[in-house]
């Protein structure tokens, strides 16, 4: 079937510090890829995505490759400030799917001034 | 209005009540979804509307719930009978279309079952 695996969380950090949250996924085909973030008492918002294999998407600095060859989307950051604490959740979409999102289990990143 | 909204935002049932919950996608936004996030846990699908249409209801949990899209604009998620079990958020995302482009989520309605 298809699934999404993200690293278990929380993850704390301190400020400035370099951010990786691991996402593997399973899918038949060629799944759109995606991060979406909740920001404490706020809905999930689109953070980026990917649509086809060794596309980068980016947003706010944070970034994901595409790799098929890993099947992994792995979501960096350079230096994380205290404002990017929110939940991070890896999501699919399969190929020619009604275009429901499979998500991960969602990472916590805390970041400590 | 500017984005998804859901309402109410938070309900407390006892077991054994009905419920409904209601969103309002973007106006002009032709799909519609529903999505269960249990504590903790990422989102899961329940259904998907194209207009007015049910095209997928392959996430509903069982035959207590139920959704309804009857003009194509709003729509309204019933769950009979509550449990305990149903305690979650419920999230209803839109999109233009359905591709691949961004689904934009609600702020979601929180429903405890006492």
Sequence with gaps: GNSVTQMEGPVTLSEEAFLTINCTYTATGYPSLFWYVQYPGEGLQLLLKATKADDKGSNKGFEATYRKETTSFHLEKGSVQVSDSAVYFCALKRSGNTGKLIFGQGTTLQVKP | ?114
């Excluded at chain 2, 959704?67 to 305990?84: D, F, N, W, Y």
């Design chain 2, 1 to 114: 209005g500017a984005g998804v909204s859901q309402s109410p935002r938070y309900k407390v049932a006892k077991r054994g009540q009905d419920v409904a919950l209601r969103c309002d996608p973007i106006s002009g936004h032709v799909s519609l979804f529903w999505y269960q996030q249990a504590l903790g846990q990422g989102p899961e699908f329940l259904t998907y509307f194209q207009n007015e249409a049910q095209l997928d209801k392959s996430g509903l949990p069982s035959d207590r719930f139920f959704a309804e899209r009857p003009e194509g604009s709003v729509s309204t998620l019933k769950i009979q009978r509550t449990q305990q079990e149903d305690s979650a958020v419920y999230l209803c995302a839109s999109t233009l279309t359905g591709g691949p482009e961004t689904q934009y989520f609600g702020p979601g309605t929180r429903l405890l079952v006492l």
